[in-house]
């Protein structure tokens, strides 16, 4: 199962702050677990850190990735990738080197980007089914049916890369712990695109935990010193190793 946030949006805007989308993708057999490991590590950290900085963050309710300090993140992120299987992935997508088809039509965009990194996704982990959740708040995809289809029509009947496809759900993100986890992502790695900078708390977590296979689109543009674990690599080196 993938659960899907996003932090930026698809727009025709030069300046260099809005020039990054990023679609962020959390992916577990066991969200049940993921969801206890990700509650029980927001609970100790802030028993175990007092200062003033965390002392607004309330463990019973939604912290948001952009009121959550670098080295919380870091934490929970670690103990995730230690006691789980979950699997944290990202699409940065460059605004500033879109076609004006994609840039017309930002559901489109959202929905074919989001696919051909999906294509990729299933042959380094393979599936017989997919189901899809998505933060309620999405702002790029306005029909779930229409997100839905695209990818049904091409993962399952065109490519044949899954047997069963189980749909895209909106969810609300106060009651997803997993959405909350894909907002972190997002959150991470959007701070990262603006500074850019492999001296940070923020890119390094991103080399660290995100490592399961990330999209830049279009992959010629990329020039970010920030991005790392290719997928086509990853995929490359898979095939290679067989």
Known sequence: MLFIDESGSITRSKAWKRRYFVIAIVE???????????????????????????????????????????????????????????KLHYIIIDNHHLKDSLLDDVELCFNFVL??????????NK?????IKLDERN????????????LKLDLMFQRKLIDRFDGCKYVDSTK???????????????????HDSLNGVNPQIMDRFFND??????????????????????????????
Request: charge should be positive; glycine fraction near 2%.
């Open 115 to 124: 696919c051909n990194y999906l294509r990729n996704l299933l042959k380094l």
């Open 213 to 242: 296979g990330n999209m830049y689109f279009p992959s010629w543009a990329n020039n970010l010193n920030c991005f790392s674990h290719n997928i086509y690599e990853l995929i490359d080196n898979s095939v290679k190793s067989r």
């Open 176 to 194: 997803s712990d997993l959405v909350q986890i894909a907002d972190m992502v997002a959150n991470t790695v959007y701070r990262s695109c603006k």
């Open 28 to 86: 577990s057999n066991n969200p049940l677990q993921v969801k206890r490991i990700f509650r029980k590590a927001k609970v100790k950290f802030l028993k175990e850190h007092t200062s003033k900085i965390y002392a607004n963050l309330d463990y019973h309710n939604e912290i948001k990735g952009s009121e959550m300090p670098p080295k919380m993140k870091e934490f929970i992120f670690k103990e995730l990738k230690n006691k789980t299987d979950v």
């Open 127 to 131: 599936y017989n089914n997919l189901a």
């Open 139 to 150: 702002c790029s995809v306005r029909s779930l049916n229409s997100l839905g289809g695209y």
